[in-house]
């Protein structure tokens, strides 16, 4: 037949005779070979290969002249009686037949090629593209009518996928670079050690959970490859949607155990998984080379082809599609970025091999999936039918969707009026069809589903460990105990197992895809914004080694994949956002007690200096007054009664500054007992500052922390302290010092509040009975508990401050005394005048109170009882100058003159009765109350004796409910204005 396919050449130039012919095969017997002209090869069977592909080569020689047309299509013609040649075999003689032809073009020798296709097995139709096999099998998710609805669609989806995971990418990097101690955990320990428990805690948990959801998803991509194999061959078990069932929680089962192995065993099965999906890949472009044979051309692929790209190119999106549902599904096949990462606790040296494997696995990644995008051989639309042919010489009427494959010879049209079985847009087999040879790209869906499933099931259960290590969720602390020398987590296995299989029996890869897509989006966006906010804390402990690192970059990437999500399926992002805002708030409740060094606590120190500063800039005004209470307690333990009311006036809003001195031991004892004040505080949720200072005395102590506490407007304006109502059996000097700290608050322009409860304050007494215990039943602090009322006594006579107001007005707000009614008792004349005008003068400042007593009779004088008691309480302090001669008065006075002269009781005679009359009317009216509030009585600095000053506080308070005796600072603090 070698002549009848050569009508186009010269006769006088090829067939001049059979003895040119004969001449071109000397290696082969005439009698032989050339027996008759029609049938030169046929009467070869039994010349072995290398003879015939020789012969060949040497009968192409003598024919230079002829087009390159017919020559191929000689070799075509050549080749067809070889069907017997294995492949080996036929790619050697192809080899050797296409070197004597040096001038074909490229696309005339593919072309001729493509005539080989016939003599290759057929490739199996089963072999189903809807997991990693699509797009170089490296898609778990994608079918083609999703996936690959055009090749311009996804080069869409590459650059949207290589932005986010490349930002994430870094910002994983970065962090890498930063830490040096690595634990395992992945993606959770980067975000929990950057960004603290609370972000670390709520990602962590949804970051576990998206692993173990991901294997189920590449199971069944797995499962749904085996089950139309099986539907190849007529093999389905039960059904289809069943047989994906069972073959997934049977491959579950075995990842499962190779997990369970160890490390070693999981390497092992990576590295042979990596090395087929290698050899499908390669063979995907391979097969791109090749020649399409009739039967390929009839199902849409032409090679590659310039006009297809541009036909392919705009997006063509079908059954309700859009790019970003699209985008949901193909999302999951960019989650391996952080594969490395959640075994980094299993590595050698993370630090250097992660930033290497991260940037490589994009790289190879990246150039592969444009490889298969810009690939360009395959039309969306083919029949299947050989006979859709186009006439020589028709193709100028080509126009349409089709243009590409008309323009090939091919009339594809009546897939616009009805759905085809074939093109990239309906085929699932088409990268079968494409590839060289099509069982290799069933192995590289099996390679890559698997190795994706095994890489997630060791994954999710490392990251659950370290979580759970951490002990920020105390329920999940039971799957923290690892096993063996590995410390192999096999309780997370088991637990990742059951949610695997859970998901499985959905069998269906487009509903379990979105699920985790936004989950992994939530963990990427998080990364990119640990880096971002590392940054912006400008921490001197952030040194990142990557050189090209930029800050905004990372976040632009955490705003990317926020706006992914809600662009992919919103309510799904909702949902994922509530999630771990849940999650966020209840580890902020819990308060789990770590520190890291996180970026949040730099961010914290840094906003806290920089509103300080700003607060500076800016001076009080009377409206944004807040009490800011430094209060001595000495430990704070020992007077907790007096902490829980200042943390009542200060809680949330101000600031509380627990004080103690002085102290004898030494600088180091010091710092460590403020450390453990401090935890105190933390622990029985109190929001104060504790501070200590060494001194000689309680005065001077005192005076120290005065000046010295606060920082610029944050420093405290009231003072409060407890009673000392063992003044009268102290020494001369405790006395002074505690009437002289009064005094040097006033001078300093402090508000002073003074606590009384008959039962005391101080109960460090009890604590060291009971071996120092923190958890000594408090009877005192249950004293403030206000169920019955709240008294609040001013007498005019008295300079009322505005602090003796706001303080009860303050704790009226808060839960504890939120029931209770406050009274008012005032001095003055009998009548509606007064009352009427502090009633008014509440309502200007919207004060709160049940009622108004007007009080007519405080300047009676008090009853014998009162006085008596009020006489034996400073008769041991008295001087009694007045019985005695001028002369030893004079002595008495010299030796002893903290003593109350007669002298000073006449002065101050007046405002003593005052006293001891306040206290009958306050015994008379609020015996039954709380609390009362008293405005606090003042001596002037030297014309008042300690003795005297303490007699009057004394007095006042005695044998009533707990008093608080406050004073303010001359300074306003209510305003009309709001």
Same mark, same amino acid.
């Given at each position: 037949m070698l002549l009848s396919s050569l009508p186009t050449c010269s006769v006088s130039t090829v067939c001049t005779s059979r003895g040119m012919l004969l001449s071109s095969l000397p290696t082969c017997s005439v009698s032989t070979v050339c027996t008759s002209r029609g049938m030169l090869l046929s009467s070869l069977p039994t010349c072995s290969v290398s003879t015939v592909c020789t012969s060949i080569g040497m009968l192409l020689s003598p024919l230079p002249t002829c087009s390159v047309s017919t020559v191929c299509t000689s070799i075509g013609m050549l080749l067809s009686p070889l069907p017997t040649c294995s492949v080996s075999t036929v790619c050697t003689s192809i080899g050797m037949l296409l070197s004597p032809l040096p001038t074909c073009s490229v696309s005339t020798v593919c072309t001729s090629i493509g005539m080989l296709l016939s003599l290759l097995p057929t490739c199996s139709v089963s072999t189903v593209c809807t997991s990693r096999g699509m797009l170089l099998s490296l898609i778990p998710t994608c079918s083609v009518s999703t996936v690959c609805t055009s090749i311009g669609m996804l080069l869409s989806l590459l650059p949207t996928c290589s932005v986010s995971t490349v930002c994430t990418s870094i910002g994983m990097l970065l962090s890498l670079n930063v830490i040096t101690d690595w634990f395992p955990g992945g993606a959770y320990y980067l975000i929990s050690r950057s960004l603290g428990p609370e972000f670390g805690g709520s990602i962590g948990l949804i970051f576990a959970f998206a692993n173990a959801v991901a294997v189920a998803m590449y199971v069944v991509g797995f499962a749904e490859t085996v089950v139309d194999l099986l539907k190849e061959n007529n093999a389905i078990m039960i059904d289809e949607l069943n047989d994906i069932r069972i073959i997934g929680c049977i491959s579950v089962v075995l990842l499962l155990g190779i997990s369970v192995a160890g490390m070693e065993w999981e390497a092992k099965a990576q590295i042979g998984l990596l090395i087929i999906l290698l050899v499908a890949i390669v063979n995907v472009f391979v097969g791109t080379g090749i020649p399409a044979s009739t039967d390929k051309k009839s199902k849409g692929f032409f090679n590659y082809d310039a006009k297809i790209f541009m036909e392919n190119l705009p997006p063509d999106f079908r059954d309700g599609e859009t790019f970003f549902s699209v985008f949901a599904i193909f999302f999951p096949a960019a989650t391996g970025i952080l594969a490395g990462a959640n075994i980094s606790g299993d590595l050698k040296d993370p630090q250097d091999a992660l930033p290497k494997g991260t940037l490589l696995a994009i790289l190879i990644t990246g150039v592969t999936y444009l490889g298969v995008a810009l690939s360009a051989t395959v039309v969306r639309d083919a029949t299947g039918n050989i006979n859709d042919t186009i006439a020589t010489g028709m193709d100028m009427f080509c126009n349409g969707t089709n243009t590409a494959a008309c323009e090939q010879g091919w009339n594809f049209s009546s897939c616009e009026v009805s759905s085809c079985k074939f093109g990239s847009m309906n085929n699932f087999q088409v990268m079968t069809m494409v590839s060289g040879f099509g069982p290799l790209i069933t192995a590289g869906t099996f390679s890559a589903t698997l190795s994706s499933a095994l890489a997630s099931l060791v994954s999710? $259960?490392?990251?659950?460990? /370290?979580?759970?290590?951490? %002990?920020?969720?105390?329920? =999940?602390?039971?799957?923290?105990?690892?096993? #063996?020398?590995?410390?192999?987590?096999?309780?997370?296995?088991?637990?990742?197992?059951?949610?695997?299989?859970?998901?499985?029996?959905?069998?269906?890869?487009?509903?379990?895809?979105?699920?985790?897509?936004?989950?992994?989006?939530?963990?990427?966006?998080?990364?990119?914004?640990?880096?971002?906010?590392?940054?912006?804390?400008?921490? $001197?402990?952030?040194?990142? /080694?990557?050189?090209?690192? %930029?800050?905004?970059?990372? =976040?632009?990437?955490?705003?990317?994949?926020? #706006?992914?999500?809600?662009?992919?399926?919103?309510?799904?992002?909702l949902l994922t956002y509530a999630i771990e805002i849940f999650l966020y708030v209840y580890v902020t409740v819990k308060k789990p007690n770590v520190n890291w060094g996180s970026s949040t606590q730099a961010v914290t120190f840094v906003s806290a200096v920089n509103n300080a500063l700003s607060l500076t800039g800016v001076e009080d005004h009377v409206k944004n007054f807040r009490p800011q209470c430094m209060v001595l307690t000495g430990a704070p333990k020992n007077r907790p009664a007096l902490l829980d009311l200042a943390h009542c006036f200060t809680k949330n809003y101000g600031l509380c500054l627990t004080c103690e001195g002085p102290r004898t031991e030494t600088?180091?004892?010091?710092?460590?007992?403020?450390?453990?004040n401090q935890m105190w505080l933390n622990k029985k949720k109190r929001k104060a500052f504790y501070a200590a200072v060494a001194c000689d005395s309680f005065r001077q102590g005192t005076e120290n922390l005065m000046q010295a506490s606060g920082l610029g407007r944050l420093k405290p304006n009231i003072l409060m302290m407890g009673f000392k109502k063992d003044w009268r059996t102290a020494d001369t000097a405790g006395?002074?010092?505690?009437?002289?700290?009064?005094?040097?608050?006033?001078?300093?322009?402090?508000?002073?509040?003074?606590?009384?409860?008959?039962?005391?304050?101080?109960?460090?007494?009890?604590?060291?009975?009971?071996?120092?215990?923190?958890?000594?039943?408090?009877?005192?602090?249950?004293?403030?508990?206000?169920?019955?009322?709240l008294s609040l006594s001013l007498s005019l006579s008295v300079c009322v401050s505005g602090l003796t107001l706001l303080l009860p007005y303050i704790l009226t707000t808060r839960k504890k005394f939120k029931d209770c009614k406050m009274r008012i008792f005032i001095a003055g004349q009998p009548g509606r005048v007064e009352q009427d005008r502090m009633k008014s003068l509440l309502e200007k400042f919207r004060i709160k109170y049940a009622d108004i007593h007007v009080?007519?009779?405080?300047?009676?004088?008090?009853?014998?009882?009162?006085?008596?008691?009020?006489?034996?309480?400073?008769?041991?302090?008295?001087?009694?100058?007045?019985?005695?001669?001028?002369?030893?008065?004079?002595?008495?006075?010299?030796?002893?003159?903290?003593?109350?002269?007669?002298?000073?009781?006449?002065?101050?005679?007046?405002?003593?009765?005052?006293?001891?009359?306040?206290?009958?009317?306050l015994q008379e009216n609020s015996r039954a109350a709380n609390l009362i509030i008293v405005s606090m009585p003042i001596a002037r600095l030297g014309s008042v004796s300690d003795h005297l000053y303490m007699a009057w506080l004394d007095i006042l308070t005695k044998n009533l409910p707990p008093t608080m005796l406050i004073r303010g600072n001359h300074k306003s603090v209510l305003t009309f204005y709001s």
């Open positions: 999710a $259960p490392k990251v659950f460990q /370290a979580l759970c290590k951490d %002990n920020i969720y105390t329920a =999940l602390k039971f799957f923290a105990k690892g096993h #063996g020398k590995n410390n192999e987590p096999i309780r997370g296995y088991v637990l990742t197992f059951i949610i695997a299989v859970a998901f499985i029996i959905i069998a269906d890869l487009n509903v379990i895809a979105p699920i985790i897509s936004n989950f992994f989006l939530a963990s990427y966006a998080l990364i990119n914004f640990s880096c971002f906010h590392a940054s912006y804390a400008k921490s $001197p402990g952030w040194r990142p /080694a990557y050189r090209y690192y %930029n800050m905004w970059l990372s =976040l632009f990437g955490a705003v990317l994949c926020c #706006g992914v999500m809600f662009v992919i399926n919103w309510w799904a992002a600088l180091t004892d010091v710092n460590a007992e403020m450390e453990k006395v002074q010092s505690y009437v002289g700290v009064l005094h040097d608050a006033f001078d300093f322009e402090y508000g002073t509040v003074v606590l009384r409860m008959n039962q005391g304050l101080d109960i460090s007494h009890i604590i060291k009975a009971q071996g120092n215990s923190l958890t000594v039943s408090l009877t005192h602090t249950h004293c403030l508990s206000l169920t019955h009322g009080i007519d009779d405080i300047t009676q004088n008090p009853n014998s009882n009162s006085w008596k008691m009020f006489e034996d309480m400073i008769e041991p302090f008295r001087l009694h100058e007045g019985s005695k001669s001028t002369t030893l008065a004079e002595a008495l006075r010299k030796d002893n003159p903290w003593k109350i002269s007669d002298a000073e009781l006449d002065t101050f005679e007046e405002k003593t009765n005052l006293q001891v009359r306040l206290n009958e009317l």
